[in-house]
């Protein structure tokens, strides 16, 4: 069985990954006040690139999406500059990512931007969000 896991692997016809491995995605809080990834984030990822594929953390699509601090966005040209540093040091490593797209919904947080909060429903949520 080990053997299988370390062989390469083709996911459809344009992508074929390293292996057999995948990394899960785990929210890090390391993007900056912009939500714009780091060197830290480049770092993190290209660390882990021997993995088959990659998962990136939650990564909010639009300002009202967020829930936590310095979680990185990808909705502005910035985000995206620094998700590219991001990439290219995953694919210099030879491996594959995926961005996890996340909206957390009727639990943003209020303290992260002006507006209403953005929901599939009008049901609240009970209790706080620290």
């Given amino acids: 069985m080990t053997t299988e896991l370390l ?3 083709k996911l459809n016809n344009s992508i074929a990954l390293q292996n057999r491995i995948l990394m899960a995605p785990l929210t890090r809080c390391m993007a900056d006040d912009n939500l714009v990834p780091t060197q830290a984030m480049v770092d993190y990822y290209a660390r882990r690139a021997d993995a088959g594929l990659i998962i990136s953390e939650a990564t909010i699509i639009r300002p009202d999406a967020q829930g936590y601090p310095n979680t990185p966005g990808l909705f502005t040209s910035e985000q995206i500059q620094g998700w590219r540093k991001v990439t290219d040091a995953v694919h210099a490593n030879g491996g594959k990512i995926f ?3 996340w909206h957390v919904g009727r639990v943003a947080h209020p303290h ?3 507006g209403e ?3 599939p429903s009008a ?3 009970e ?3 620290p």
């Fill in 7 to 9: 062989q390469p692997f």
């Fill in 99 to 101: 961005a996890q797209l």
């Fill in 112 to 114: 992260f931007f002006d």
């Fill in 117 to 119: 909060v953005l929901a």
């Fill in 123 to 125: 049901i609240g949520v």
């Fill in 127 to 129: 209790g706080s969000v």
